[in-house]
């Protein structure tokens, strides 16, 4: 089940919440739709990654605890606030470090999801607890393009 409450106009937070699945489509869809049809597919690869990670690594798929997101637009800038109902983790240093240090090593897949965060969102930072995600995208520059078309 997926709970919306208002669309966000100009200051205003929207939220949808939903039980923790991988089943994102709809909730993909209806975070996107505001969102301008080119910036769509980077910020939906971001937005699944962010949302996977709640509902699998946060709330290990308990169908019994949800994911939260808040959502705002301000000025050409799209936020998104993504909560879990888990135990949290220890978020790495987000005082703009470089990407690349997310990406994984050949061993494992750990860490491609960071790395895909901090390449797609202008703004990506954790709170203490590590059980919630604020990202930011600023679609109104003009010196950048989309990084998928």
């Keep these: ?5 208002q669309r966000p106009v100009r200051r205003t937070w929207g939220t949808i919440s939903f039980a923790s699945t991988l089943y994102l489509c709809p909730v993909l869809d209806l975070l996107l739709a505001q969102i301008p049809s080119r910036w769509q597919a980077e910020i939906r690869l971001g937005l699944q990654e962010a949302l996977v990670n709640a509902a699998k690594h946060g709330n ?3 169908p019994g605890k949800t994911v939260s997101v808040r959502f705002s637009m301000v000025e050409g800038q799209y ?4 909560s879990d109902e888990g135990t949290g983790f220890s978020p790495p ?3 703009h470090s470089d990407p690349e ?3 994984p090593d050949d061993e494992a897949e750990s860490g491609r999801g960071m790395c895909i965060l901090h390449q797609i969102f ?11 995600l604020r990202l930011c995208k600023q679609v109104k520059n003009r010196f950048r393009q989309p ?3």
């Design 93 to 95: 240093c987000d005082c």
């Design 60 to 62: 290990k798929l308990d």
């Design 1 to 5: 089940m997926i709970a919306i409450s």
């Design 147 to 149: 990084l998928l078309f």
């Design 79 to 82: 936020w998104w606030v993504i």
């Design 101 to 103: 240090q997310h990406l």
């Design 122 to 132: 202008d703004q990506v930072h954790w709170n203490h607890q590590g059980t919630e």
